[in-house]
């Protein structure tokens, strides 16, 4: 993984995707209906409307550390949106992410969430990324499985993962 800065605008490069922070546009795109000749056929999906919307009231999920396009490095295609859910509380951040269905089943999910999670252990006081799946979301479980994330808890619905720094006693 690479990673390159525009002004505070990080942009993170795996072997097949780029990890690209929203613009205000792109979202305001997203939430009028508005398509982009670079959006897959099925982007956005309703998780991209959800967090587009949420912008206005966490200005922080745009900067360094916030919720990025996953963007196929080959056709350029914007593919999902995966996002850490800024600022950390007690050292630890929550990671979300989704993919396209036309897109699913190329391990696109792993990649960008092994990638985003590892940057985000790079940032100042965060020593865990955490994600909660429900159990009844098989796919997603496989996700952060093949991320790397070890899972720490289950209750009856859901699932608890984590990674921690490397330089962090793990659970």
């Known amino acids: 993984m690479t990673s390159s800065t525009a002004s505070d605008r990080i942009q993170l ?8 922070p929203w613009t205000m546009a792109e979202a305001a795109a997203v939430l009028d209906g ?5 959006w897959a056929d099925d982007f956005p999906a309703e998780g991209d409307r959800v967090i ?3 912008f ?8 360094a550390y916030g919720h990025r396009l996953i963007i196929e490095r080959d056709g350029g295609s914007v593919v999902g ?6 600022p950390p509380t007690g050292g630890t951040l929550e990671i979300g992410y ?3 269905a036309s897109r699913r089943g190329r391990g696109y999910a792993p990649e960008a969430a092994r990638a985003l999670a590892e940057f985000a252990l790079t940032a100042p ?3 865990t990324v955490t994600a909660d799946v429900e159990l009844s979301n098989p ?4 996700v952060l499985e093949k991320a790397g994330f070890q899972r720490w808890a289950t209750d009856e619905s859901v699932a608890r993962f984590g990674l921690k720094s490397s330089d962090h006693d793990r659970r």
């Open 52 to 54: 587009a919307a949420l």
């Open 34 to 38: 508005t398509r982009s000749p670079r």
């Open 125 to 127: 006081d965060v020593h």
């Open 13 to 20: 490069t795996t072997d097949r995707l780029v990890l690209r």
């Open 98 to 100: 989704g993919i396209v």
């Open 56 to 63: 206005e009231r966490h200005p922080a999920w745009l900067g």
């Open 81 to 86: 949106s995966i996002g850490l859910f800024w």
């Open 139 to 142: 796919s997603s479980i496989r």
